[in-house]
């Protein structure tokens, strides 16, 4: 069995397509990554390191139905995912977001996820600088001053995805017991 499982929720395409990118750059050790919305927790709970990955929709909302997404998603699983005691995980988020048309809660779905689950006893790795986004405000920033985990903003700065994804991920594998 593949060492790190990736999990995401999405709506429109991206986040999935950054999973599967992400799974590309660590190699054999990923699993293949999995939509929330076909996961189960058992499923999700086999793997000692974890990816979470999901977008932010509308006004700094989790995927799932009352945000409008088309599926269940985050919002749905969220809730059985964070009763659970996660003690002895390593869990890295990224996260998708607009700075610019939602400056106000920029990626606050990131953050929405991490205050969920900052309790469960996990380890969480892979905070990443705020350099480099203009926003206002975002619910998805930690005491010194990071994102909890990767951002990718695909609407203004997918030129940076390639850099910044290889980056973040070199930065998780070794947290991840990979060279």
């Known amino acids: 069995m593949a060492k790190i499982g990736i999990f995401f929720g999405t709506d429109t395409g991206n986040t999935r397509k950054i999973a599967k990118e992400i799974a590309k750059k660590i190699g054999d050790e990923a699993a293949k990554p999995l939509n929330?919305?076909?996961?189960?927790?058992?499923?999700?709970?086999e793997y000692d390191?974890?990816?979470?990955?999901?977008?932010?929709?509308?006004?700094?909302e989790l995927p799932g139905l009352t945000a409008g997404a088309e599926s269940e998603s985050w919002e749905e699983f969220l809730p059985d995912l964070s009763s659970e005691d996660?003690?002895?995980?390593?869990?890295?988020?990224?996260?998708?977001g607009?700075?610019?048309?939602?400056?106000?809660?920029?990626?606050?779905?990131l953050?929405?996820?991490y205050e969920e689950l900052e309790?469960?006893?996990?380890?969480?790795?892979?905070?990443?600088?705020?350099?480099?986004?203009?926003y206002q405000s975002s619910r998805a920033i930690n005491d010194d001053d990071e994102f909890y985990g990767l951002v990718l903003d695909q609407e203004?700065?997918?030129?940076?995805?390639e850099e910044r994804l290889t980056k973040w991920v070199e930065s998780i594998k070794p947290e991840f017991g990979l060279a």
């Open 36 to 45: 929330i919305n076909r996961a189960n927790l058992t499923e999700m709970l």
């Open 49 to 60: 390191f974890l990816i979470l990955g999901l977008p932010t929709l509308g006004d700094g």
């Open 86 to 96: 996660l003690t002895g995980k390593t869990i890295a988020l990224y996260g998708l």
């Open 98 to 109: 607009d700075q610019v048309g939602y400056p106000d809660n920029f990626v606050d779905a």
């Open 111 to 113: 953050g929405i996820l």
């Open 119 to 134: 309790d469960s006893g996990a380890k969480f790795v892979g905070a990443w600088s705020t350099e480099g986004y203009e």
């Open 156 to 161: 203004n700065q997918r030129d940076m995805h």
